[in-house]
C-alpha cells in the first residue's frame, strides 16, 4: 500500500496480532452482558463470523478497494515523462528511430540513457552537405527547445502538454497536487462517513470521483487536469477507510486480523492491475476512462451492500441493524434467536441514554507523550515518504516500466502478511526496527550496484519495498497500542496526518535523481535508518494489556506480561497488580 494507507489514520475494529481487537473493544476484562459491543461480537459469532453473508459482502468492499488503487496512483502513467531524446537535424529523417548508430557523438549519454534534453554542438549546419559524421560535432552541448524523437507511442500529458525538460516539475506537481488532495477529502470523508453513512459515503464517494476522473480525460489544459486531479482525491480518497471500515465491522472478532489483511491485499492487487492496465491502454485519455467510467456502478451499493450495524445503532436505527443482522443469519443459515436481538436493542437504548460525550484530555496528553508523540510523527512521515517514493520511483528502475509496477504492487502481499507472523515472535519493537534497517540496507547497497546492473537494482528496490511494506502494517499495529483510550484515536490521527507530509513530499523524490541518480535511494535509506533506530524508544507492547490511562500508557515498559486465555496469573503477580491498582486509584 502506498499513499492511501498513510490516509486511513486508524483502523476501528482492527485486531492487532496478539488478540487485541481495536482501540475501544480491545482492552481489559469483557464488557458486561448488556453492553451493545459484547452483545453485538456474541451475535456475530453466533450467525457466523465469516460466512456466506460475510463473504458476498466482502467481494463487493474489495471493488471500491481496488478503484482507490486506480484513483490514488493513476498519475504515475497519466503524468510520466516519456523517454525521448532531441533531434538531431544532421542526422534524423522523419523515418529515424530513437536508437540510432550516430547517436554516441550527437547525444551525450549518462544514467545509462540518452539524454533527453540536449545534444551535441554541430560545427556545421549547412543542409547540403551530410555532416552525420563525428568530426562536425564538438563536445559543447546545447538545448533542443521542443524538437524530440519519441522511443515509444505511449501519450501522457507531457506529449500532449508540451511539458518536458525544465518544466518536468509541473509533472511531479501533480502527485503532491493528489496527496493535497487526500489530506483534505480523508477527514471530511470519515465527518460524512459517520454522519451519513458508511455504505451511503462509499456510493457517492466512489461515484462523484469516476465522473471527476472522466472529466478530466477530457482536460484541454494542464490547469485543468490538475484541478480535477485535486478535486478527484478530496471526494474519492475516503474509499479506502471506509471500505477497510465496513469489512472488519462485517465479521466476527476472530476473523478481524484476517479481514484487515485481505482487504488491504485489495489494494495491493489494484496497483498490480494498473500496471498491467496500464501496458494496454498508452494513452492518458483512454487510460483514465477505462480505470473511472467502471467506477460509476459503486452506486449501485445502496441498493446491494448493507450498511454498517455498528453505525446504525450508533444513530438509534435500530430496526435496520436488526434486519440486517436476521438477514445474515438467513444467509448464512444460523438461528438467531429474537431474544438476543431485543436483549442487544435494549443495551443499545441505554447506552444512548446514558452517553455523555467528555472532553478528550489533549493538552495533558501531549505534554506526557510528547516525546512518544514527535517519534511516532517521524515514523509516519519516514513510512509515506518511502512506500510512495518507491511506488513512484518504480517506473524508473529501468527496464519496462509497467513490469516494475506489477512487481511494486505483488511484492506487498507478503509485506502484508509477514508481520502476522513475527509481531508476536521477536515484539512490536523490534520486528518495526528489523524491517525499517532492512530497507535502509536494500536502498543503500542499490547505490552501490549500478544502474546498468537491472537484476540487481530490481531485486533490492522489491526486499527493499516488501520491508516497509511489512514496517507500515506493523506501525498501524504498534501505534494503536502506545496510547491510552481517550486519546488514542485523536493521537493515532494526528500521527498519521503528519505522515501525509511524506506523501505529498515523496512525487518530487524522482527530481533528485537529475541532480544524482541515486539521491532518491540515499534519501530513503537515510530517513529509514535514523527513524528505524528511533523505534527502539517505544515501549514494547507485544502480550501487554491495552492501557486505559495515561499512567499506564506512560508505565508500558514495566506492565507485565497479559495472561492469555486459559493462563492462571500467579499470585504473587496477582497481589502485585492489585497493589499497582491501588497506587494508581489512590494517585487518581
Not at 97 to 103: Q, R
Request: hydrophobic share 45%; net charge negative.
Amino acid at each position: 500500500m502506498t499513499s492511501q494507507k498513510s490516509g486511513n489514520g486508524t483502523a476501528p475494529g482492527q485486531a492487532t496480532g496478539n488478540g487485541h481487537l481495536d482501540a475501544e473493544a480491545a482492552e481489559g476484562p469483557p464488557p458486561a452482558h448488556g453492553d451493545e459491543d459484547n452483545s453485538l461480537d456474541a451475535i456475530l459469532v453466533r450467525i457466523g463470523q465469516f460466512g456466506r453473508y460475510q463473504i458476498i459482502n466482502y467481494v463487493l468492499l474489495c471493488v471500491p478497494m481496488l478503484f482507490n488503487a486506480f484513483f490514488s496512483i493513476s498519475y504515475v502513467f497519466t503524468a510520466s515523462t516519456v523517454v525521448h531524446r532531441c533531434n538531431v537535424p544532421q542526422c534524423d529523417t522523419p523515418s529515424s528511430l530513437y536508437e540510432e548508430s550516430w547517436l554516441n557523438f550527437s547525444i551525450p549519454y549518462k544514467n545509462s540513457a540518452w539524454d533527453n534534453c540536449h545534444r551535441y554542438v554541430a560545427n556545421e549546419s549547412d543542409p547540403s552537405v551530410d555532416y552525420c559524421e563525428a568530426k562536425y560535432f564538438s563536445n559543447d552541448v546545447e538545448t533542443c527547445g521542443k524538437d524530440f524523437k519519441f522511443r515509444d507511442e505511449e501519450k501522457t500529458i507531457s506529449t500532449e502538454f508540451g511539458i518536458y525538460c525544465n518544466d518536468e516539475w509541473m509533472l511531479t506537481l501533480v502527485g503532491t497536487i493528489n496527496n493535497v488532495g487526500q489530506f483534505v477529502g480523508i477527514p471530511l470523508g470519515g465527518f460524512f462517513a459517520d454522519r451519513y453513512g458508511r455504505r451511503t459515503m462509499l456510493a457517492y464517494a466512489g461515484t462523484l470521483s469516476a465522473f471527476m476522473g472522466v472529466i478530466r480525460s477530457l482536460s484541454n489544459n494542464y490547469y485543468m487536469f490538475l484541478v480535477f486531479e485535486f478535486l478527484d482525491m478530496a471526494v474519492g480518497s475516503t474509499l479506502f477507510p471506509t471500505a477497510f471500515l465496513l469489512a472488519i465491522e462485517l465479521v466476527g472478532p476472530k476473523r478481524r486480523v484476517a479481514a484487515a489483511t485481505i482487504i488491504t491485499i485489495a489494494y495491493s492487487l489494484g496497483e498490480a492491475f494498473l500496471g498491467f492496465l496500464a501496458s494496454q491502454v498508452q494513452d492518458w485519455r483512454w487510460l483514465l476512462r477505462v480505470l473511472y467510467a467502471p467506477a460509476v456502478l459503486q452506486v449501485l451499493f445502496l441498493w446491494i451492500l448493507p450498511e454498517s450495524v455498528r453505525w446504525l445503532l450508533s444513530q438509534g436505527a435500530e430496526e435496520r441493524a436488526a434486519d440486517v443482522l436476521r438477514q445474515a443469519a438467513r444467509t448464512n443459515k444460523r438461528p438467531l434467536p429474537e431474544e438476543q436481538v431485543e436483549e442487544l436493542l435494549a443495551g443499545n437504548r441505554e447506552k444512548l441514554s446514558q452517553s455523555n460525550e467528555s472532553q478528550y484530555p489533549i493538552r495533558k496528553a501531549v505534554r506526557f507523550f510528547a516525546l512518544r508523540i514527535a517519534n511516532c510523527c517521524l515514523c509516519w512521515f519516514t513510512h509515506t515518504l518511502i512506500a510512495l517514493g518507491l511506488s513512484l520511483n518504480s517506473v524508473n528502475l529501468g527496464g519496462n516500466k509497467y513490469t516494475n509496477f506489477m512487481l511494486n504492487g505483488v511484492i506487498q502481499v507478503p509485506g502484508l502478511l509477514l508481520p502476522l507472523i513475527i509481531m508476536d515472535r521477536i515484539g512490536r519493537r523490534y520486528s518495526l526496527c528489523a524491517s525499517m534497517l532492512l530497507c535502509a540496507i536494500c536502498m543503500g547497497a542499490s547505490a552501490g550496484v549500478g544502474a546498468d546492473n537491472y537484476a540487481g537494482a530490481l531485486t533490492l528496490f522489491l526486499i527493499g519495498k516488501l520491508a516497509i511494506t511489512c514496517s507500515f502494517q506493523i506501525l498501524y499495529f504498534f501505534t494503536s497500542e502506545i496510547f491510552p483510550t481517550n486519546v488514542r484515536n485523536s493521537l493515532l490521527s494526528f500521527c498519521s496526518m503528519v505522515g501525509r507530509i511524506g506523501s505529498m513530499l515523496a512525487p518530487q523524490t524522482p527530481l533528485l535523481a537529475k541532480y544524482y541518480i541515486y539521491a532518491p535511494q540515499i534519501l530513503f535509506a537515510t530517513f529509514a535508518l535514523i527513524s528505524g533506530f528511533l523505534t527502539l524508544a517505544f515501549p514494547e507492547t507485544a502480550d501487554k494489556v491495552l492501557p486505559t490511562t495515561m499512567e499506564e500508557a506512560l508505565n508500558l515498559a514495566n506492565h507485565r506480561r497479559q495472561p492469555g486465555v486459559g493462563e492462571e496469573e500467579a499470585p504473587e503477580a496477582e497481589a502485585s497488580r492489585r497493589e499497582d491498582k491501588s497506587k494508581r486509584d489512590y494517585l487518581s
